[in-house]
């Protein structure tokens, strides 16, 4: 056992060397994989922000509860006691058909039509803030409907339902990219290591000559694949922090227009090191391919 | 030690470069393969470590058959016999004493011993001094010693030498073979092929002369 973890110790240093060796086609071949995984890494990260942040953005849904003409005092105070029993609300407020006519005279155009009116036409409402997602909304828009002196339910969830939907196909669309730039990370490991085993056939083959065993031979290339994936995990968690930060000052300006202190923020610690763990797992994989395809070809004759 | 009975090797393309081939080899021996080029000199040196199997016939070498030997068990052969090349194979990328220490990376020594064991090797070939230099900027004798201190340095009770004077001057080749005579003198069984005759009648040792794949009568 300690034969075997000094043997993968000793092949790790020596494979940390060779890429220091060649400082530029290192780099080169970490920018390739950063920049492949930096793409769909950068729109999950804006897809998690926008999830974790619309329902705060415009507080929560609202519902709106428009209570019949002939809704007395009582049945005003009887219908907020049933409301406040209701899980599924947050907040709750009563607009009078008197506060809702004075909103109306503020916009001016109304102004003219509403002075000509003989009666109030409007009705008295409740203005309700919801939790929860479109199909909890549906349920409360039914509940809301039974109550009595309740004359109408608009439920503005439409909103989510879209919003919903819009994330989930960009959920779908970084899915496939993250698919395909995988796909290239493999292939590109795969040319790495096919070039790295023909850069070094005289060594292979005087190996095998004096007694080294496949698995010792072929263990360097599956350290360098790991290797080189994991550096390009994590170059392209540098571009992804390196791009929202630099983001972040206009989107701020932005929001806070909006009276809103939004910013995207980054991954946490679990994101990132799985991410890695992601990355590297390709390479191992790309030069495993690599390995099995070109090593056999060398023998010494 | 080693074995070969009846051992026929044809190529694809249909040369065959032994025929018929018997012999045996006990531990301790110093035997020189003679014979002029074709004759199936390094046929019959590449069928001992399994560079080369068999058409028919077997090969015996510490009582495994090579024939029908796994591919996961070749390593472990091979370990145990000590190659010396014609061309001597090193590796240009690494200084001497690296080129030493190829051998001890897969059999598991710790650093500090194999580094111990390498040197004691290159002060068997005289190269001590040189073992920071780059096996390039060395003379072709330096380089055929070098190439001998690799073989030898995992201790093999077989040397297999083919051709090692080849492309050496006289004395460098006399120094070589002497190395190797030192070696078989400390009980390795040494297998050397040559078709320099000066250098075989002046040791007088036991020779098999191949002509064209046989033993020559």
Sequence with gaps: MSTWLRQHWQTLGMTLGRLARDPLAALLNVMVIGVALALPLGGYLLLQNLAGVAPRMTGSPQVSLFLAQDAGKNDIAALEAQLKQIPGISALRFVSREQALEGLKQSENLADVIAALQTNPLPDAFVLEARGGAAELEKLETQLGALPKVAHVQLDSAWVRRLESLLALGRMAVMILAALLACGLVAVTFNTIRLQILTQKDEIEVSKLIGATDAFIRRPFFHLGFVQGALGGLAALAIVYLSMQILNGSILALAQLYGSDFKLRFFGMIDCLALLAFAAVLGWVGAYMSVSRHLSGIEPR | ?217
Excluded: W
């Design chain 2, 1 to 217: 030690m080693i074995s070969f009975n009846q051992v026929r090797k044809s190529y694809r393309g249909g040369h065959e470069a032994l025929r018929e081939l018997s012999f045996a080899i006990e531990p301790g021996e110093l035997v020189f393969i003679t014979g002029r080029s074709g004759a199936g000199k390094s046929t019959l040196l590449k069928l001992i470590p399994a560079i080369e199997r068999p058409t028919s016939g077997t090969v015996l070498v510490n009582g495994q058959n090579i024939g029908s030997m796994r591919r996961a068990a070749i390593p472990y052969l091979r370990r145990n016999l000590g190659l010396v090349f014609q061309d001597q194979k090193l590796l240009y990328d690494r200084n001497v004493f690296d080129n030493v220490m190829l051998p001890l990376a897969f059999t598991g020594h710790a650093h500090k011993e194999a580094a111990r064991r390498a040197r004691a090797a290159l002060d068997k070939v005289g190269l001590l001094a040189r073992e920071k230099a780059n096996p390039i900027t060395l003379s072709g004798g330096e380089q055929q010693r070098l190439c001998i201190a690799r073989a030898v340095v995992n201790r093999p009770s077989i040397l297999l030498a083919d051709e090692p004077t080849a492309s050496l001057d006289s004395a460098s080749a006399a120094e070589v073979v002497e190395m190797f005579r030192a070696f078989n003198q400390v009980g390795v069984t040494v297998l050397i092929a040559t078709h320099d005759e000066a250098l075989v009648q002046r040791l007088n040792p036991r020779v098999l002369a191949l002509e064209q794949g046989r033993l020559a009568a």
